[in-house]
């Protein structure tokens, strides 16, 4: 059916132009009556061969939008669209799983590592007390003023957390 109404707006546009050229060579002759006559046909039939030409355009745009709308709402069309929703539900489901996962290890990472660093800390200060008490206990035995370097390096190395430090000043008690 669209197929000839195009034949048909476009035998409308020939015939417009004929009786337009038509006109012109009626001007040419000196025809002034039929000039305006003619012109006046051609531009009429020039005006329903583009109001054809619109509402065949017009029509296959409402053709095509409502099929395309009539696809958008079928079944099977909201089939897929609920599979593809489920599926991309599925991933961040999945993807929210892993990162969930990720930062329980890094939680657990941190909470060893504090707990191991408290750890040191608890077993560097019974260290010192040891080699306090044993630095104590050889006090009659030591001069004053190695006494008191001895018990300063203690602290120190107490304060830096250097093991080695305070193994060196068991050593020297």
Same mark, same amino acid.
């Given at each position: 059916? @669209?197929?000839?109404? !195009? ?8 015939? #417009?132009?004929?009786?337009? *050229?038509?006109?012109? =060579?009626?001007?040419?002759?000196? =025809? ?14 020039? %005006? !329903? #061969? %583009?109001? *054809? ?17 009539? #696809?958008?709402? @079928? ?8 599979? +593809?929703?489920?599926?991309? $539900? ?7 799983? +892993? /990162? ?7 939680? +657990? $990472? ?6 191991? $660093? ?9 260290? @010192? ?5 044993? /630095?104590? +206990?050889?006090? $009659?035995?030591?001069?004053? &003023?190695?006494? &008191? ?5 203690? &602290?120190?190395?107490?304060? @830096?957390?250097? !093991?080695?430090?305070?193994?060196? !000043?068991?050593?020297?008690?």
């Amino acid at each position: 059916m @669209s197929g000839r109404l !195009v034949w048909a707006a476009l035998l409308l546009c020939g015939l #417009a132009m004929l009786s337009l *050229l038509a006109g012109f =060579l009626a001007m040419q002759a000196g =025809l002034a009556l039929l000039t305006g006559l003619l012109y006046l046909i051609g531009a009429k039939i020039l %005006l !329903v #061969a %583009l109001g *054809l030409w619109g509402g065949l355009g017009l029509f296959g745009l409402i053709t095509e939008v409502s099929r395309d709308l009539r #696809a958008f709402c @079928s079944e099977t069309a909201a089939a897929l669209r609920r599979v +593809a929703a489920l599926e991309l $539900a599925r991933r961040a489901a999945a993807t929210r799983r +892993a /990162l969930e996962f990720k930062q329980l290890q890094y939680r +657990a $990472a941190m909470r060893r590592r504090r707990i191991l $660093a408290a750890d040191d800390r608890k077993q560097l200060r019974e260290l @010192s007390a040891a080699v306090e008490s044993e /630095l104590l +206990a050889g006090k $009659a035995l030591l001069p004053a &003023k190695r006494f &008191k370097t001895l018990r300063r390096e203690l &602290k120190h190395c107490l304060r @830096s957390g250097d !093991v080695a430090g305070i193994l060196a !000043v068991r050593e020297q008690v």
